[in-house]
């Protein structure tokens, strides 16, 4: 049994460092950016085998699911810019000539050190873990939540969370802040007209995946309690329900005019910043939760989070469109 | 009475990842873009339904059975759709199907 | 009856929720961005002032956030060190703010006002975190917020500028975040305090100090990993490249400082005379190649990576003169803030009223600005450490503790660097006296605009005369001694 | 033994990220390169807690890693714009190597 | 049976690394986008052999995600960054 899960974890690795090498080294973009999928796709694998479903969930669905989007998109409206785009779509040149060589060479005596510094701190560390595992348990129950990570991540250190949701929602403000990319109406267009009509296919896929979609992020959600799941995860599954509607042509974008969206998208961190100036009021410290409901403010908190990280992300994904200019 | 669902659990999976492998040469032998989709999606799901009949004869409740069942109807409906929408863009693109 | 409101009122949690919320309503409410930033800017002020007061009065402020103690929580921690930075980032950040006020049109400023209060939230929250991983997420904030201040114009070279920001930023913080890693699984606890205990002198502990200092040194520009820093920081707006010279490479050296004193320096085993060398180099190289520059906001964007320097050389001394040597580096890292931010705002009136920053033609435009030459003027003087400036108490602390301790190489480097900042500070405000015709198409310059950065030179200078206030000021709580290192 | 085998898959990771980042000009590569150092970074923090045989699973690294990922998403968002912005304005996806002297 | 279950996880997975190779190796962009699809399939199946191997049924909940997520990144590459010109035509 150990020697078939061995086996196992040695194949994983093998096919995790041999997929990153290949994205990273391979002669064309787009190849690069389907190796980078696979990668994200293995590494969730990777934290199944280390029993972290929560992570795999979170890994699955932003990791490989939203980032490979997010690149396809870019690549696509890089090579939009095909008049002017110099190094773009094809097979790019290998890095052949002689200084890239050196560079080449150069990095890589440079990291052996490195390499060797790090390995040697990591080995040196004692055999068995010290970690805050007992002191988790000793307080799951006051959490409210009985699955551990949701507990650290909305009870303990709630406060990682507070400024984590604001990281997105800054994401989205800079975005916004440097203007629509003049040339993605084009993009957009390409996608429709030129090739393909809106085929009958995709639209029944969509009419079909995307209530899935929000289903499972209402699981996830609902789930996240007493099993893995929660809100980052419940949102970037419904972030994907909305990236699936924008691919296939809905004008999302016109739904919601620029102010609902960022209402929606703020919702999440003022409610966030609301309950933990109430928490210090109320209960004398900052995001302080009575054990008592502690569970159900921390639903509240999740669902809402979940609401403004998908509208986050899905703007993210259409990137600069949305702003009242 | 057990062994019997234990046996048939077996040949399930057995017959599942011999549809695996078969979808997985299809993959790498196959000349061109068609082939290699017909195969992945075809034998792949194939594959999966029957690993997951396999796993459902194991499954302790009926409700991990019905999830079971619905991630396979997922993944049919996934595959069929993206099998055509791929072979769609490809004829578009001009990749010509393979003649011997 | 006040006192007690001030003394029991949680002023650090207002520093943090008070600008989030703010930024949320700028990003709501374009119009009233500018009224919006400017009043929760002098409320910081206030909030800063009363936390002063406040542990001053009853000591270090202390909160376990969500009511969990260290070791599975996250706690708040204010003391003289931070209470500093806290001061330098609401002081300055307001002189900056009303300079924003009349310097942005109404789009930019709808733009410039929710990142510019999420970074003031975020470096707040910075100074106020006592967990290192928590440290790592208000680091993303801060990196994340100042590229997207620095790509404010959107012209080429501020792109260019912000996106190699971006990735010095993202691989900083990544280094940074491996060697958070590498801490809490030795030593089983991401809080400073507690590692404080823990930690011994462990290949792991070197391994991560390793990590975080390459990783902070980059994030801060410390001379080998300096690259990014001209570039972006030149090209940005006015207001924008004072944030990010005054306050934003602050944010990573304070984290820098906090895991010396606490972790870091009983088992440091000769890592601060490689800072010291650093710094050194800083000083000598950034004062240099400021000399060399035929652009003005490049030639402050250097004298940044120069000023640096000088923090870098309070580590060897801080061996033996603890105390003394940290509150120079904390009042030089004080006027240096002030004093940078009155030099970038007062370029940025130089390029508003002629249109372009070349020192070469910049005689046409020095006579016509007055306030802004004085601003220019005073400032220079504290960065070059002439008495009676803020600067000079810092170089001079500095300088007195080198001569103590018979350091002669660190003695030299510091008269140099003042020499050399001398030199390029008249080379720009020579051009004031000499004779050339008036240039045509000049464009007014608001009245706010000089006004501000001459207050915030006049305030460099007013440091001076204010040292034995705050002096005593940074060190409540003793952070500069909690390591052992005999003051 | 196969947590430790995890973190030096994590440290590989980051150090060809590192390596890719240094040499790769085009800048969608460097992103690619930032994001493998990130998951390098996660393994490392989560596989060096399963030291020791299982004992009870650890979940603060768990909630730091996933912190991790959202942090890891919203920068590469930021990234992919900025530099579709800098090639609009540039006409290539490379960082223009002449330090505006 | 769970030996029975692991030893068919670990076939899978070779499987799963050996069609990485058409990735690698695919001439076309479609060949190289097949590698969400053929991960939308095995890795449902891995995921689904370990949930019962190892008795977690939350690994069910990724299987599940999984296969929708894999469906999104390829109509993604269909709708959005499939190059317009093909690389070199198929034989």
Redesign the interface.
């Known amino acids: 049994?150990t020697l078939?899960?061995?086996?196992?974890?040695?194949?994983?690795?093998?096919?995790?460092?041999?997929?990153?090498?290949?994205?990273?080294?391979?002669t064309?973009?787009?190849?690069?950016?389907?190796?980078?999928?696979?990668?994200?796709?293995?590494?969730?694998?990777?934290?199944?085998?280390?029993?972290?479903?929560?992570?795999?969930?979170?890994?699955?669905?932003?990791?490989?699911?939203?980032?490979?989007?997010?690149?396809?998109?870019?690549?696509?409206?890089?090579?939009g810019?095909e008049g002017?785009?110099?190094?773009n779509?094809?097979?790019?040149e290998a890095?052949n000539n002689i200084d890239?060589r050196l560079?080449?060479w150069l990095?890589?005596i440079l990291?052996l050190p490195?390499?060797f510094?790090?390995?040697?701190?990591?080995?040196?560390?004692?055999?068995?873990?010290?970690?805050?595992?007992?002191?988790?348990?000793a307080?799951l129950a006051a959490s409210g939540v009985s699955n551990?990570?949701t507990?650290?991540?909305l009870?303990?250190?709630?406060?990682?969370?507070l400024?984590?949701v604001?990281?997105?929602?800054?994401?989205l403000?800079?975005?916004?802040?440097?203007?629509s990319?003049?040339?993605n109406r084009s993009?957009e267009t390409i996608?429709k007209t030129s090739?393909?009509t809106t085929?009958s296919?995709?639209d029944?896929?969509v009419y079909?995946?995307v209530p899935?979609?929000m289903m499972?992020a209402a699981?996830?959600l609902w789930?996240g309690a007493h099993?893995?799941?929660g809100a980052?995860?419940a949102g970037s599954?419904l972030a994907?329900a909305c990236?699936?509607l924008l691919?296939?042509?809905w004008p999302l974008h016109r739904l919601l005019t620029a102010?609902r969206l960022?209402?929606l998208a703020?919702a999440g961190?003022?409610v966030f910043?609301s309950m933990?100036?109430y928490s210090?009021i109320a209960?004398?410290?900052?995001?302080?939760?009575p054990p008592e409901h502690a569970g159900t403010l921390i639903l509240l908190l999740e669902t809402v989070a979940a609401l403004s990280?998908a509208v986050t992300?899905a703007a993210?994904?259409s990137?600069?469109q949305g702003q009242?200019? | 009475m057990i062994a019997v669902i234990d046996l048939f659990s077996v040949l399930l999976l057995i017959a599942g990842a011999v549809f695996f492998l078969a979808g997985t040469l299809g993959l790498l032998r196959f000349p061109d873009v068609y082939t290699r989709l017909h195969a992945l999606t075809k034998a792949d799901n194939v594959g999966l339904g029957l690993i997951i009949a396999g796993l459902a004869l194991q499954a302790e409740s009926w409700a991990v059975a019905g999830k079971l069942v619905l991630i396979w109807l997922?993944v049919l409906?996934?595959g069929a759709?993206?099998s055509?929408?791929v072979a769609?863009?490809a004829l578009?693109?001009g990749i010509r199907p393979w003649k011997s | 009856m006040l006192q007690a409101v001030i003394a029991d009122s949680?002023w650090a949690?207002i520093l943090i929720?008070l600008p989030?919320?703010a930024a949320?309503l700028c990003?709501?409410y374009?119009r009233a961005a500018n009224i919006i930033g400017v009043m929760t800017l002098s409320a910081l002020v206030l909030s800063v002032a009363a936390l002063g007061w406040q542990i001053r009065e009853t000591g270090v402020y202390h909160?376990?956030?969500?009511?969990?103690e260290a070791?599975?929580?996250?706690g708040?921690y204010a003391d003289g060190l931070s209470l500093l930075m806290l001061t330098i980032t609401a002081v300055a950040g307001l002189g900056i703010s009303i300079y924003a006020t009349s310097y942005f049109k109404q789009?930019d400023a709808?733009?410039f006002w929710?990142?510019w209060l999420?970074l003031l939230?975020?470096l707040n929250?910075l100074y106020l975190s006592a967990d290192i991983?928590?440290l790592y997420?208000?680091l993303?904030?801060v990196g994340?917020?100042a590229?997207?201040l620095a790509?404010?114009t959107?012209g080429r070279d501020a792109l260019a500028g912000a996106m190699r920001y971006l990735l010095a930023t993202l691989l900083g913080s990544l280094a940074y975040l491996?060697g958070v890693a590498?801490l809490y699984?030795?030593?089983?606890?991401v809080d400073i305090a507690i590692l404080a205990t823990q930690a011994e002198p462990?290949?792991?502990l070197?391994?991560?100090f390793?990590?975080m200092g390459a990783g902070l040194a980059l994030k801060m520009a410390l001379v080998p990993l300096h690259f990014w820093l001209p570039a972006t920081h030149a090209s940005a707006a006015a207001p924008v490249s004072a944030l990010l010279s005054a306050l934003v490479i602050k944010g990573a050296f304070y984290i820098l400082l906090r895991l010396w004193l606490e972790i870091f320096a009983p088992h440091s085993g000769g890592a601060e005379t490689l800072l010291g060398l650093l710094g050194s180099a800083a000083v000598i190289w950034g004062s240099l190649q400021a000399l060399r520059q035929t652009r003005l906001k490049l030639l402050i964007a250097y004298s940044t990576v120069a000023q640096l320097g000088y923090l870098f050389i309070a580590f060897p001394l801080s061996t033996m003169a603890g105390a003394a040597v940290w509150s120079a580096a904390g009042y030089l890292a004080l006027s240096h803030a002030l004093a940078k931010a009155a030099m970038f705002l007062a370029a940025g009136n130089l390029m508003r009223f002629g249109g372009h920053d070349r020192i070469a033609d910049l005689d046409r435009v020095v006579q016509r600005l007055p306030l802004t030459a004085g601003a220019f003027a005073l400032a220079g003087v504290s960065i070059i450490g002439l008495p009676p400036s803020g600067g000079f108490v810092g170089k001079w602390l500095l300088l007195e503790a080198a001569l103590t301790q018979g350091r002669w190489e660190l003695v030299v480097v510091i008269i140099l660097g003042s020499l050399l900042a001398a030199a390029y500070v008249f080379k720009v405000l020579g051009r004031a006296f000499t004779q050339a015709p008036v240039c045509q198409k000049a464009r007014a310059v608001p009245a706010r605009m000089e006004w501000a950065a001459l207050l915030l030179a006049c305030g460099a200078i007013l440091l001076g005369f204010l040292a034995p206030f705050i002096l005593p000021l940074m060190d409540i709580g003793d952070p500069f001694s909690a390591s052992g290192v005999q003051p | 033994m196969?947590?430790?085998?995890?973190?030096?898959?994590g440290?590989?990771?980051?150090?060809?990220?590192?390596?890719?980042l240094?040499?790769?000009?085009?800048l969608?590569?460097k992103?690619?390169?930032i994001?493998?150092m990130g998951?390098g970074v996660?393994?490392?923090l989560?596989?060096?807690?399963?030291?020791?045989?299982?004992?009870?699973?650890?979940?603060?690294?768990?909630?730091?890693?996933?912190?991790g990922?959202?942090?890891?998403?919203?920068?590469?968002?930021?990234a992919?714009?900025?530099?579709?912005?800098l090639?609009?304005e540039t006409?290539?996806?490379?960082l223009p190597d002449d330090s505006p002297e | 049976m769970?030996?029975l279950f692991?030893?068919v996880?670990?076939f899978l997975?070779?499987t799963?690394?050996a069609g990485?190779w058409r990735?690698?190796r695919?001439p076309t962009?479609a060949d190289?986008?097949l590698?969400?699809q053929l991960?939308g399939t095995t890795?449902v199946a891995?995921?689904l052999l370990?949930a019962e191997t190892?008795d977690?049924?939350?690994?069910r909940?990724?299987a599940?995600?999984?296969a929708?997520?894999?469906?999104?990144?390829a109509?993604?590459?269909?709708?959005?960054?499939w190059?317009?010109q093909v690389?070199d035509r198929s034989d």
């Not at chain 1, 787009?30 to 994200?40: N, Q, R």
């Open positions: 049994m078939l899960a061995w086996g196992f974890d040695g194949l994983l690795l093998l096919g995790l460092l041999g997929l990153a090498w290949k994205a990273l080294n391979s064309d973009l787009f190849s690069a950016i389907a190796l980078f999928i696979a990668f994200g796709l293995l590494m969730a694998l990777v934290w199944v085998r280390l029993e972290a479903p929560d992570i795999a969930l979170a890994e699955a669905a932003i990791g490989a699911g939203l980032s490979g989007a997010l690149l396809l998109a870019a690549l696509a409206r890089l090579r810019m002017n785009v110099t190094s779509t094809g097979v790019e890095p890239a560079v080449q990095s890589a990291l490195v390499l510094g790090l390995v040697y701190g990591v080995l040196s560390l004692p055999g068995n873990a010290v970690g805050l595992s007992a002191e988790i348990n307080n551990p990570v507990a650290v991540l009870n303990f250190r709630a406060y990682d969370t400024l984590e604001f990281v997105l929602l800054l994401a403000i800079a975005i916004w802040s440097m203007g990319i003049q040339f993009i996608g090739l393909e085929s296919v995709l029944t896929l079909l995946l899935v979609l499972v699981y996830l789930v099993a893995p799941g980052f995860q599954v994907a990236v699936l691919l296939a042509g102010m960022r209402l703020v961190p003022v910043v933990a100036a210090l209960e004398g410290a900052l995001l302080q939760f990280i992300l993210l994904f990137g600069g009242h200019e | 997922l409906l996934a759709s993206v055509y929408l769609n863009g578009k693109r | 949680h949690i929720l989030l919320a949320v990003f709501l374009a909160h376990a956030i969500g009511g969990w070791p599975l929580g996250i708040l789009q709808a733009r929710p990142l999420l939230a975020s929250a991983f928590n997420i208000t993303e904030l994340l917020a590229v997207a790509a404010l959107g491996l590498l699984h030795g030593f089983g606890s462990v290949p792991v070197w391994v991560a390793g990590l | 196969s947590s430790f085998s995890f973190a030096l898959a440290i590989g990771l980051f150090v060809l990220g590192l390596h890719a240094i040499v790769h000009a085009h969608l590569r992103i690619l390169a994001n493998i998951s996660s393994l490392v989560v596989a060096l807690a399963r030291r020791g045989g299982d004992a009870l699973p650890d979940a603060v690294p768990h909630a730091m890693v996933i912190t990922i959202v942090v890891a998403v919203s920068a590469t968002a930021l992919l714009v900025l530099m579709l912005k090639a609009a006409g290539s996806a490379t | 769970q030996l692991l030893a996880a670990l997975l070779c799963l690394i990485m990735v690698l695919g962009a190289r986008m590698a969400a991960f890795a891995i995921l370990l190892y977690n049924p939350a690994l909940d990724v599940l995600v999984f929708l997520l894999a469906a999104v990144t109509v993604a590459f269909v709708r959005r960054a190059p317009e690389d």
